[in-house]
């Protein structure tokens, strides 16, 4: 999820509660975070019993996907499998939600700036990622 589309980025205070959003089974859905030729990731409100929330990440099939078996099913296969993945450099995926002909992964919402923007702003600045940087993302 590297383009921008020129959206304006969510903040983690857009996901407080008691803030608008679009509601989705136990999820609020607020704005996208980043984009990808698939699908889009929003910041999202998971919202419990007694008060529990927490912030996630919601990425969500793109409208022209959702009716071709075949993309669902890459959807669904990427969610099956990143759920199995455990490891400290890894997002986990946290739920699975079919709202209509809508599909969503939730997933661990990681706050900070994207790769894309960390290598873009080495590249305007003619230098390379420091290795200490590096090897944490890698």
């Known amino acids: 999820m590297t383009e921008d589309h020129g959206e304006p980025a969510a ?7 008691g803030s ?11 704005g996208v975070i980043g984009s990808g030729g698939m699908a889009s990731v929003h910041l999202g409100r998971l919202r419990g019993d007694a008060g529990f929330s927490r912030v996630v ?7 022209s996907f ?3 078996p075949s993309f669902v099913e890459m959807f669904m296969d990427e969610a099956r499998l990143a759920a199995r993945i455990r490891h400290a450099n ?7 939600v079919a709202s209509g002909n809508e599909l969503f992964h939730v997933i661990d919402y990681v706050h900070g700036e994207t790769v894309s923007k960390l290598l873009s702003a080495a590249r ?9 940087v590096a090897v944490r993302i890698v």
């Open 11 to 17: 903040t983690v205070a857009s996901a407080e509660p």
């Open 20 to 30: 608008k959003g679009r509601v989705v089974g136990r999820y609020r859905i607020h």
């Open 57 to 63: 990440a919601i990425k969500c099939l793109h409208a």
């Open 66 to 68: 959702t009716t071709d």
């Open 90 to 96: 890894v997002v986990s995926t946290l739920d699975v």
């Open 124 to 132: 305007k600045a003619g230098e390379h990622v420091p290795v200490d």
